[in-house]
């Protein structure tokens, strides 16, 4: 009962990173239509946005000390990483996918597998391949409940996710921008015609998307220790099952299908084996294109000529 | 007569690659014969996966996965074949041939199936799942392969004897290959169910609205494309005396795509045109390997802004050279 329990907690946490990152798909799907390959390594480079930022705050100094960043700094880093995620995101839409965008679909997918080899390749050249220890920008504090140990580390991964799809939700149901991006997942072209700047409003879907996936990348270093520049090749297409399952293009969605896959994982590799904790995505995947393929929360749209 | 006509084609056909193959072998250094092979193998995969990406418009981007099926299982069935043939014809160059194309088609069979099996679910939605699901079976493939302790785990099948697989592959068998899978799917590509696929490609509810059975199709289109795979994973696997891992990474299935970009999809001769330009630049970017992917990818994005067709869009070559520019795949002239 205790182990279940424990992997409970490990899943909700990877799981709500998991969200973070699925939120980013599901988002730019509901308007473009494309599988944003690329998101996976926005992931990559906000995680090591947020490793060199810590570097620079002197990171070192309080590890030395054995003590964790102090809330403002770690806030810092986190800012620091989504900003430039968000940058790197819009400069992606803006050279890469913008000219091909009422291309035929397979245009702008290839293109995005482009820019997903790029990012991924440049990252080793960049960051060097090989795996780098992730600073404590917290320092780890356990402690037990009914038998269960938790950290400070997992609560505050799955309370900064909270917060960010909370904050998303509100952006997106009550700001006159996040009623565009509704609009334009509904129908692009009746929103261009309402006088909407489609190109704007697919500019902020693109910088808060890559925000949180940054943030997702951040909270995954102190997840799992280590980052790699291909870290987000096979976490992103966790995510993208993760919306998949959940229902492509529902907000709600993807928070609950990101949460499902990291359970799945979870238990997976507590009570099957570790080595197929990565298979299980890709069975879900398969299953829910068999039985459900609008997702858990989508809505089934016909498609029309 | 016209059976007559075939089998002497046939035969002319297989003495060319045969003259051709004692000429290569006697012209040409060791190493450069391998690149010759591994361009022949990059044809193979290369109009394999243009039949599904490029003719019928869907996208595959797990293809290494069914060439790792097709070079474990053409591996493996040679081997164990190896003992009862040879016990049956006696040692030889003729008992050698058989065991290898037994293991080939055999390779083609796995991969084949294993098309249907990440088909059948995928292909009835959109097409852009496809690409998540090949993705997704081209890196569990790779994880079972890892983790198959019959198969050598992640150092590799070598076989049973300790010199590792026979191997086999030569100038004529690939070419031969190449030939016969080239053949098969101009003919499939010009042919009804070819203009079927064209016509998924085009406008997937047009198509249905004109009962053509999409789905089915579909499926079988991916099938077939797989199994090309599977042969050129069986070539593969027998000319370097094994199969690991790590040779079918998601970066072989990003070849394939240069393969088939570079060339343009839907071209059949712009397939062989890219498999040739992949194994040659591969050699020559040698010393630049940790650039390579990052100068693919540069690459495909260039082109998927500035000529999303490719070279050559969906013509053939020998259409460009008979000055004729059809649209689409025609029906072949003559009446049967």
């Known amino acids: 009962m205790t182990q279940f329990l424990q992997q409970i907690i490990n899943g909700l946490s990877l799981g709500s990173i998991y969200a973070l990152i699925a939120l980013g798909y599901t988002m730019v799907y509901g308007i473009l239509k494309l599988i944003n390959f690329a998101h996976g390594e926005v992931f990559m480079v906000g995680a090591y946005t947020g490793f060199y930022a810590a570097g620079a705050l002197g990171v070192a100094g309080f590890e030395a000390r054995n003590q964790g960043f102090p809330l403002y700094l770690a806030l810092l880093v986190l800012i620091i990483a989504m900003a430039a995620a968000a940058v790197l995101g819009m400069t992606i839409e803006f050279l890469a996918y913008r000219p091909v965008r009422s291309a035929p679909r397979l245009t702008p997918l290839i293109t995005a597998i482009g820019v997903s080899l790029f990012l991924q390749n440049a990252g080793m050249l960049l960051f060097s391949p090989n795996p780098q220890r992730y600073p404590a920008i917290l320092s780890e504090v356990r402690f037990e409940l009914f038998g269960v140990i938790v950290t400070n580390i997992k609560l505050t991964i799955f309370g900064v996710a909270l917060c960010l799809m909370l904050g998303l939700h509100l952006f997106v149901q009550k700001t006159w921008t996040g009623r565009a991006m509704r609009a334009l997942s509904f129908n692009i072209d009746a929103a261009k015609l309402m006088g909407i700047d489609t190109n704007r409003v697919i500019r902020s879907t693109f910088a808060i998307g890559s925000g949180l996936a940054a943030a997702g990348g951040i909270l995954f270093g102190l997840d799992q220790i280590t980052i790699n520049p291909l870290m987000g090749v096979l976490t992103g297409l966790k995510a993208f099952v993760a919306a998949v399952l959940g229902g492509i293009g529902s907000i709600p969605g993807a928070v609950l299908g990101g949460l499902l896959i990291g359970l799945a994982e979870q238990l997976t590799a507590g009570y099957l084996s570790p080595a197929y904790r990565d298979a299980i995505t890709f069975v879900i995947l398969i299953l829910i294109l068999l039985l459900k393929p609008e997702g858990l929360l989508g809505i089934v749209r016909v498609e029309k000529v | ?336």
């Not at chain 2, 003259?19 to 995969?45: D, S, W």
């Open chain 2, 1 to 336: 007569m016209r059976a007559l006509v075939r089998v002497a084609l046939t035969a002319t056909v297989l003495l060319v690659i045969y003259g051709l193959q004692v000429g290569v072998e006697h012209g040409f250094t060791e190493y450069v014969q391998r690149i010759i092979l591994l361009a022949g193998i990059n044809v193979i995969l290369a109009v394999g996966l243009n039949l599904i990406n490029g003719t019928t418009g869907q996208f595959s981007i797990g293809h290494a996965g069914f060439m790792a099926v097709g070079a474990y299982s053409a591996a493996f069935v040679g081997v164990k074949l190896a003992a009862p043939i040879h016990a049956a014809l006696g040692p030889g160059a003729v008992a050698d041939a058989v065991v290898f194309n037994l293991a080939l088609l055999a390779g083609a069979l796995f991969a084949g199936i294993s098309g249907l099996v990440v088909g059948m679910p995928s292909l009835r939605l959109r097409g852009d799942y496809l690409a998540v699901v090949t993705l997704g079976f081209g890196e569990i493939i790779r994880i079972l392969f890892n983790n198959a302790t019959f198969l050598g785990s992640a150092t590799g099948y070598f076989g049973d004897s300790p010199s590792g697989l026979p191997e086999y592959t030569n100038f004529f068998w690939v070419f031969a290959w190449v030939t016969a899978i080239v053949v098969l799917i101009h003919n499939l590509t010009f042919s009804q169910t070819g203009r079927s696929l064209t016509a998924i490609r085009e406008d997937e509810i047009a198509a249905e609205a004109m009962a053509t059975p999409t789905t089915r199709l579909k499926v079988i289109a991916f099938a077939i494309s797989a199994a090309a795979a599977g042969i050129a994973g069986g070539l593969f696997a027998h000319m370097q005396s094994g199969v690991r891992p790590e040779d079918f990474r998601f970066e072989k299935s990003i070849d394939m795509i240069v393969m088939i970009i570079v060339g343009g999809l839907g071209s059949i001769s712009g397939a062989i045109l890219g498999g040739i330009f992949v194994a040659v630049s591969l050699e020559l970017m040698r010393d630049l390997q940790q650039y390579r992917l990052v100068l693919y990818a540069l690459l495909l994005i260039v082109i998927m802004i500035v000529r999303p067709e490719g070279l050559l869009g969906t013509r053939e070559l020998h259409h460009l050279l008979r000055r004729k520019k059809p649209a689409t795949p025609r029906a072949p002239t003559e009446s049967v």
